[in-house]
C-alpha cells in the first residue's frame, strides 16, 4: 500500500503563490500515476492536475490551466503542485492521489487507489 502525505498548505493572498508537496513512501514511486484534487465545502472533490509516472505527460482542466503546474522527482518520491495567481475561489483542501499504472494520466476520482489526507489551502481577497 502507498502512503502519501500532503504538505505546503496555508493562508495566501489572492494573486499569491503556493507550492504543495506529496511524500510517498511504501511502494515503487515511478510505478504510479499522481494526480491532485481538491474539495471546497459543499462542493464535489474535482481533479485539477494529473501526470505520467515519468512526468513527461500532464493534464489540467480549463480552471486551472496556465496557473498551476504539476511535477514530480521521482527520485525523491515526491509529487509537488506548484500553484500561481492564486484566487479566492481556489480555496478548497487538496489532496493528493496515486494510481498504478503510470504510463497516462488519470483524470477520474474513482480511478486513483491510495489517497493522502488533505492540506487546507486559503486565498483570501
Known amino acids: 500500500q502507498m502512503q502519501l502525505v500532503e504538505s505546503g498548505g496555508g493562508l495566501v493572498q489572492a494573486g499569491g503563490s503556493l507550492r504543495l508537496s506529496c511524500a510517498a513512501s511504501?511502494?515503487?514511486?515511478?510505478?504510479?500515476?499522481m494526480g491532485w484534487f481538491r474539495q471546497a465545502p459543499g462542493k464535489e472533490r474535482e481533479f485539477i492536475a494529473g501526470?505520467?509516472?515519468?512526468?513527461?505527460?500532464?493534464y489540467y482542466p480549463t480552471s486551472v490551466k496556465g496557473r498551476f503546474t504539476i511535477s514530480r522527482d521521482n527520485a525523491k518520491n515526491t509529487a509537488y503542485l506548484q500553484m500561481n495567481s492564486l484566487k479566492p475561489e481556489d480555496t478548497a483542501v487538496y489532496y493528493c492521489a496515486a494510481r498504478y499504472g503510470g504510463m497516462k494520466v488519470y483524470t477520474m476520482r474513482t480511478e486513483y487507489t491510495n489517497w493522502g489526507q488533505g492540506t487546507q489551502v486559503t486565498v483570501s481577497s
Open positions: 501526470n505520467n509516472w515519468s512526468g513527461a505527460v500532464t
Open positions: 511504501g511502494r515503487t514511486f515511478s510505478d504510479y500515476a
